[in-house]
């Protein structure tokens, strides 16, 4: 079935693609018949694929789609690789939909779920985020998010149970927030959360992977959550500083002690090596605290630099 699309439709659904050539036929197997039958019930939709520079043939796909679905596609294609993140923000600037739902291409979250989260909407939430149930990932990845989503918890004051869930929806109003922002590193759903009057939570199913591989190492996990931690967050450097102070307490305590202990019993050279212990664990906290420091002048250093966060290649449409 072939939605006639308005100059403004109701939904706008967010993909960004990158090197996922084998997965994209799957996907638009499934996400286009859910979405024309989400439109015949009378909800106008598009669809906005971005292409992260992809070095497969994931690009020639999504134009040949466009092709045949040009009256509710739309590509942007970048000229590099600039990040997940990056890809949804230009999507955010380019849709047109009153409600935006962010979507992985790997379908892992069903896009038959997309009509949960229009719903929720529905009843006047201007945010809408997800919780994978029976989550389909190594027990190592389960666990290594819920130890990451509890830290960042106690670090800062977003309320997320399942962070790395990406199929979320957004107002309106609330993508017009997030394109005002002009961060040159953030996490979307963090951001939306915090401009968000009156956000929820849903369960959602989650599916093994369709084809391919996952794109975030462990790294890539580790990095992703201690940017968003000193993105939105004063804590880790609080807490050095903190940290500090009761260390150097704690050594003028010693000092103090060995040098009683020097006038009561005598030089103990039995000791060198605890000093020598105490001396390079003091290292390593100074160490950690210049590389935290660093980190948050380096995104001031990225901030103020005001180059491009992206560059976009070409922009698929139809044109009205």
Known sequence: ????????????????????????????????????????KGRSYEIVFVNDGSRDRSAALLREQFQKRPDVTRVILFNGNYGQHMAIMAAFEQCRGDMIVTLDADLQNPPEEIGKLLAKMDEGFDCVG??????????????????????????TRIRMTDQGCMLRAYSRDIVAAINACREVNTFIPAL?????????????A????????????????????????????????????????????LSFVFVVLLA???????????????????????????????????????????????????????????KD
């Not at 993909?15 to 979405?35: K, S």
């Not at 666990?143 to 918890?153: F, G, I, K």
């Not at 664990?281 to 002048?297: A, H, K, Q």
């Open 130 to 155: 997800t919780i994978r149930v029976q989550r389909q990932d190594s027990a190592f990845r389960r666990y290594a998010s819920r130890l990451m989503n509890a830290t960042r918890e106690r670090i």
């Open 206 to 249: 989650h599916e093994e992977r369709a084809a391919g591989e996952s794109k975030y190492s462990l790294y890539s996990l580790i990095r992703l959550n201690f940017d968003l931690v000193t993105a939105f967050s004063l804590v880790p450097l609080q807490a050095f500083s903190f940290a500090g102070i009761l260390i150097s307490l």
């Open 260 to 318: 009683v202990r020097r006038l009561v019993v005598g030089p103990e050279a039995e000791g060198l090596f605890t000093l020598f212990g105490i001396a390079f664990f003091l290292i390593g906290i100074t160490l950690f605290g210049i590389g935290l420091l660093g980190e948050y002048v380096g995104r001031i250093y990225q901030q103020v630099r005001n180059r491009p966060r992206y560059l976009v290649e070409a922009i698929l449409e139809k």
């Open 1 to 40: 079935m072939t939605q006639a699309m308005a100059t403004r439709p109701q939904v706008s659904v967010v993909i960004p693609v990158f090197n996922e050539e084998a997965g994209l036929a799957p996907l638009f197997a499934r996400l286009y018949p859910a979405l024309d039958a989400i439109a015949a």
């Open 192 to 204: 939306a959360y915090t401009f968000a009057r009156n956000p929820v939570e849903i369960e959602v």
